[in-house]
C-alpha cells in the first residue's frame, strides 16, 4: 500500500502521524512504563496507530524508513504477550471476586501462580528488547521528514485508493464470521476491523460525511472480539493446563480448573453473541456503503 502519494495525502498522513507519535514516544519515556500494565497496553494501542500511519505513507519522505518500520513491528509484538497475560491475570481475579467460594478461590490461586511465574520469565524478555530498540529515535520519523510543498485540498481519490483493501475484508468477510464461532479467524477478522477503524480515523477530518457513528460501531465490534479473544486464549491455557495436572496425577486441581473453563467457555460464548448482534445490525444498515458513496461523489467534484 505504499505507493508513491501526492503532496496533499503526503501532509494529510504527516499530520496524523505527528499526534500518534508523539503520544507513544510520551508513553514509552515514563519511567518504569512497562511495569504497569494500563501504560503497557496504552503504548502497545498507540504503537498499532503509528504503524496504522506508516503502512499508508510514500516511504520516500522518510529517512530510515524501514529501520523505523521494523523498530515499531518488534516494539508491539514485545509488547503482545506481557499484555496477554496481564488480562488473564485481570479476568482470574474478578472470577475470585464474583465467586467467593474458598474451594474455588485456591484453584483461580493456583492458575494465577502458574500465570505469574510465565508473566515474570516474559517481561524479563521484555526488558531487554526494550533495552535493544531504541524507541526514543522514531522520533526521526518527524524530525528528518522531507515532503513537498501541497494544498489543502482532500485527496478523495487517494483515499478510497488507501480505505477499499480495508473495506474489502470486513465488507465480505463479515456474514462468515456471524455464521461461524472460529477463534483464529476471528481474531484476524478483529486486526482488519481494528486497521480499517484506525484509517478512517486518519482522514476523518476531512472526510466529505461525518466518521462518528460508523467509527463507533467498528470499535464496538472490535472490542466484543478484544474480549473474546482474552476468554478465548485464556480457555486454551487453561485447557492445556488441565491436562498437564491430569498427567501429574493431580485430579482435584484438574477438576478445580476444569470448572475455570466452563466458566470462562461461558463468557467467550457470550463475547460472540454480542458480536454478532452488532454485526448483523451492521450489515442490515449498509455500513460502509455511505463511505463508499461519499467518496465516489468527492472524486466526481474533482474533475476538472
Not at 467467593?100 to 517481561?123: C, Y
Not at 466529505?208 to 478465548?232: C, N, Y
Amino acid at each position: 500500500m505504499n505507493d508513491m502519494s501526492s503532496p496533499e495525502l503526503a501532509h494529510l498522513l504527516h499530520r496524523a502521524l505527528e499526534p500518534r507519535l508523539a503520544r507513544l514516544l510520551a508513553f514509552t519515556s515514563r519511567e518504569n512504563w512497562s511495569e504497569d500494565p494500563e501504560s503497557l497496553h496504552q503504548a502497545r494501542i498507540a504503537s498499532r496507530r503509528v504503524r496504522t500511519v506508516l503502512d499508508l505513507v510514500d516511504p520516500a519522505h522518510y529517512v530510515d524508513f524501514r529501520r523505523h518500520t521494523k523498530r515499531l513491528r518488534q516494539l508491539t509484538h514485545a509488547l503482545g504477550e506481557t499484555r496477554e497475560l496481564d488480562v488473564h491475570l485481570a479476568i482470574l481475579e474478578r472470577m475470585k471476586e464474583d465467586d467467593p467460594n474458598p474451594v474455588h478461590e485456591t484453584v483461580i490461586e493456583f492458575v494465577q501462580e502458574h500465570i505469574d511465574r510465565k508473566d515474570r520469565k516474559t517481561r524479563s524478555g521484555l526488558e531487554d528488547d526494550l533495552k535493544h530498540l531504541s524507541i526514543a529515535e522514531l522520533s526521526g520519523l518527524i524530525d528528518d521528514a522531507i515532503l513537498p510543498a501541497a494544498s489543502n485540498a482532500f485527496p478523495a481519490r487517494e483515499a478510497l485508493e488507501k480505505l477499499d483493501p480495508l473495506l474489502r475484508p470486513v465488507e465480505d468477510g463479515l456474514g462468515a464470521h456471524l455464521e461461524r464461532e472460529d477463534a483464529s479467524a476471528l481474531h484476524a477478522f478483529r486486526i482488519h476491523l481494528k486497521c480499517l477503524r484506525y484509517a478512517l480515523e486518519l482522514f476523518e477530518d476531512g472526510f466529505p460525511i461525518p466518521l462518528a457513528d460508523g467509527l463507533a460501531r467498528l470499535k464496538e465490534m472490535q472490542t466484543a472480539l478484544g474480549d473474546h479473544h482474552d476468554f478465548s486464549t485464556l480457555e486454551a491455557l487453561l485447557w492445556k493446563l488441565r491436562d498437564n495436572l491430569a498427567q501429574r496425577r493431580r485430579p482435584m486441581l484438574a477438576i478445580g480448573v476444569l470448572d475455570l473453563i466452563g466458566i470462562t467457555a461461558e463468557a467467550r460464548r457470550a463475547d460472540y453473541d454480542r458480536f454478532r448482534k452488532l454485526g448483523q445490525q451492521l450489515s442490515m444498515d449498509g455500513c460502509f456503503q455511505p463511505i463508499r458513496e461519499a467518496l465516489a461523489s468527492a472524486i466526481q467534484d474533482e474533475q476538472p
